[in-house]
Nanobody, 122 residues
Framework: QVQLVESGGDLVQAGGSLRLSCAAS????????SGWFRQAPGKEREFVAA???????YDAGSVKGRFIISRDNAKNTVYLQMNSLKPEDTAVYYC????????????????WGQGTQVTVST
């Protein structure tokens, strides 16, 4: 069992930056791959970025060069550094972990956090 708690969401102006954190409980966190998804009102949950248990990074084309995912296994925490934010980045951001399957597919994830709201104003 893994429990995830996201934090760091806020209201920010376009062009600004935020860092989201996802704190995990459980001694086996380092064996999981972790990912960030987002969901805007009326839209499906979409992949943003992920990092494998071995440290390989993956990200969506829409955030490439702007968002950076990282993890600190000693702190059981995954981060999402978001730079050059745009209004279209506005969404609830969710952190998840999984052990097998496609890193891009939300259905592969075993555990999710409750989400944190990111709002980017013009």
């Amino acid at each position: 069992q893994v429990q995830l708690v996201e934090s760091g969401g806020d209201l920010v102006q376009a062009g600004g930056s935020l860092r989201l954190s996802c704190a995990a409980s459980g001694r086996t966190f380092s064996t999981y791959s972790s990912g960030w998804f987002r969901q805007a009102p009326g839209k499906e949950r979409e992949f943003v970025a992920a990092i494998s248990s071995s440290g390989n990074n993956y990200d969506a084309g829409s955030v490439k060069g702007r968002f950076i995912i990282s993890r600190d296994n000693a702190k059981n925490t995954v981060y999402l550094q978001m730079n050059s934010l745009k209004p279209e980045d506005t969404a609830v951001y969710y952190c998840g972990v999984f052990s097998r399957g496609s890193i891009y597919n939300a259905g592969s994830y075993d555990y999710w956090g409750q989400g944190t709201q990111v709002t980017v104003s013009t």
